[in-house]
């Protein structure tokens, strides 16, 4: 059983604000960056919370993260943008791109915005959540490391490339943010390092075979969710995020934070990402009507017949938001072992001439 702590979210967001800050990032978007990464654990996607921020602030020190990026504007038309990172942290390259997505269509009814020269952009939900906010759709996806074979193929060429999707609905947005392999390959490592079988379905060995051996998983493919629809999917997204951007795609992006993801040094991936902001007001003549009829939809949705197994039917985001309350209350857990490396972080940066005078109590040691 894993040890955790329970943290207020203020409280983390303040650790990895200054862990960002001490290694170079202005106190402003160190903010907004660590508002990001605990907005994920903050709604229960704790693989891509601050659990990864050792791997964040190691490349920021190492020089393979920009921790004073200047961005540039390479495409700017009236409804399309590209914008180049110069490679920043994905978690700020992303923000931005959708704040171009939300002023285009807020002029256009429609704004859509590539990102190349970028990085690890964490949870997908929260920039499709950006537009929902503002009472637009939102769409969110993005390549990186190649991680799935092609259908057929026993190869990594592709990332098992996330997609999200939010739809305004007061404080309870209609949102769906998955990433197109059956499980994260985050749990796959975890079952390996218990001694652990896996469920037959969730990956493949080096050979293509369906394995239930974890450690034979991670050293063959995932399996992607639906089979050859979600490969299709994924290397559309691939198309999309990578091709059309002029960013880094397929195997051209560095997997060498495959292996161990969470306390690696990064590297630049210098991959893609695309964002796209909808305006529904623009297809209504009260913005209203779209919210009427989306509420009609999801009464003929609560109107099915449960199954037998089954409490209560829910939609998209729902389970994400009933936690995101919880843990507001009850605190964020966090295992102790992130926690000591975070720790051991502040420590780093301390001794290379950080200021630790203000450091957070939680990353003192």
Known sequence: MIDLALVPGEELEAAVAWLFRAAGVDAESARLISALVVAANRRG?????VVLVPRYIRGLVAGSL?????????????????????NAPGHLAAHTAMLGCL???????????LVRNTNHFGMAANYA???????????????????????GGTTPSICNNPIAFAIPRGDRDVVL???????????????????????????RDKDGVPTTEAQKALEGQ???????????????????AGVLSGAKFGTDVSNQSVNNPTFAAAVPLQHGHFFVAIDVARFFQHREDFQRRLEALIVMIHASDLARDAAEIKLPGEPEWELEKRRAVEGIPVPNNVLTELKAVASELASGGADGSRMPALVRH
């Open 103 to 113: 002023d285009r269509a807020g002029g256009h009814g429609i704004g859509l915005v």
């Open 66 to 86: 920009n921790a004073r990026p200047r961005f540039t504007w390479p495409v700017s038309d009236d409804a399309v943008a590209v914008l180049d990172a110069d």
């Open 129 to 151: 959540r950006m537009a929902s906010e503002r009472g637009f759709i939102g769409i969110a996806t993005t390549n990186g490391p190649p991680v799935m074979a092609p259908f």
């Open 177 to 203: 943010d998955m990433a197109l392999s059956v499980v994260a390959r985050g749990r796959i490592r975890t079952a390996a390092l218990a001694g652990q079988p896996i469920p037959l379905g969730w990956a």
């Open 222 to 240: 995932l399996e992607w969710i639906g089979g050859y629809k979600g490969y299709g999917l994924g290397l559309i997204i691939e198309i999309l």
């Open 45 to 49: 996607v704790d693989s891509h919370g």
